[in-house]
């Protein structure tokens, strides 16, 4: 009997680490050579080209395309750091700021160009108008931040003179209509339904305030892709020729997104017109003005160099 239980120790000790999942680092699962690429993503237009890429895929590969959808950018961070997915889209800051902290990620590609707006409720008609009201953000290390942080600047505000909160994306337009909040700066399209539901508008578009600026990025688990270069850069290159398409083809971009996205087609169509999805890749212009703007907002102390952040191989 004691030689029974003990196999059978073993036995369930053995399932048990079989159970624990894959190293970042492992390969693929694979099946009729056909391997497969795990990717995080909140449900946001910014996502579009990863929604693209997997409408794209072929059955017969070279890559099948997983999209895991994450509630918060905390979960979805969680996930990409631990290496339950492979790659994620995410807000530029939050993954700058884990490479700061030590955390091996690696950006390959923008998520979009443009694409965020100041929407205020309809009572207030210039920036100065925020001074003492409630101003909401998704997270202190985005992009959006970034923005408000500029129109404060540029109309002798800082965000000592208002309320600035974190608020999750889905719950801004609600908070805007039932006065919680005087505005906010978000991921689309949480922006335009405020505007198409006549509860807001839009104050000012963000390239006024941050021409060519970087908010979301397609990254990668470091480990993974130390062990899966090859695999990674297929996979840019689907979801570079899906940007591609999205440009060329118009009429696409709101049929895939409303395969992913829970809005009405108004408020796409307002959406879609704020955003584009040319040329993906990350300009090293472009990343030093991110880290520019992230210091002087304090978020970051010690930033990592172009090189060190962004594998450019990978979309070239």
């Keep these: 009997m004691k030689r029974i239980l003990f196999i059978l120790t073993i036995l369930l000790t053995l399932l048990a680490a079989a159970g624990c999942g894959q190293s970042p680092a492992a390969p693929q699962a694979e099946k009729d050579g056909i391997k497969t690429i795990r990717i995080a993503y909140l449900p946001i237009t910014h996502a579009l080209p990863l929604f693209a890429a997997k409408e794209m895929q072929t059955a017969d590969g070279p890559i099948k395309i997983e999209l895991i959808k994450y509630g918060s950018w905390p979960e979805l961070m969680d996930a990409l750091n631990t290496g339950k997915v492979d790659g994620a889209s995410v807000l530029a800051e939050l993954a700058v700021k884990a490479k700061e902290q030590g955390i091996d990620v690696k950006a390959a590609a923008l998520g979009h160009r443009d694409g965020n707006a100041i929407i205020v409720s309809n009572d207030i008609e210039k920036p100065a108008d925020l001074a003492g009201k409630v101003f909401a953000i998704p997270h202190k290390q985005s992009s959006h931040k970034l923005l408000l942080d500029q129109l404060l600047a540029q109309n002798g505000l800082s965000e000592s003179d208002l309320t600035v909160v974190e608020m999750s994306p889905p719950e801004m337009p609600a908070a805007l209509a039932t006065k919680q909040i005087a505005g906010y700066c ?17 104050l000012l578009p963000a390239q006024e305030l941050w021409p060519d600026s970087i908010c979301c990025l397609l990254v990668f688990n470091g480990d993974f892709l130390a062990a899966n270069h090859e695999l990674a850069r ?27 996205l829970k809005a009405k087609d108004k408020i796409l169509d307002l959406s879609l017109q704020w955003i584009s999805y040319d040329n ?37």
Excluded at 237 to 258: D, F, N, R
Excluded at 287 to 313: C, N, Q, W
């Design 186 to 202: 978000v991921a689309e399209p949480f922006g335009a339904k405020s505007v198409v539901l006549g509860n807001g508008h839009e």
């Design 234 to 260: 297929q996979f840019v290159q689907q979801y570079k020729q899906a940007g591609s398409y999205l440009t060329g083809h118009p009429e696409a971009q709101k049929t895939i997104a409303l395969k992913y």
């Design 280 to 316: 993906l890749s990350i300009p090293r212009a472009s990343y030093e003005e991110l880290i520019t703007r992230m210091e002087a907002s304090h978020l970051l102390t010690k930033a990592p160099g172009y090189e060190e952040f962004v594998d450019s191989r990978l979309y070239e």
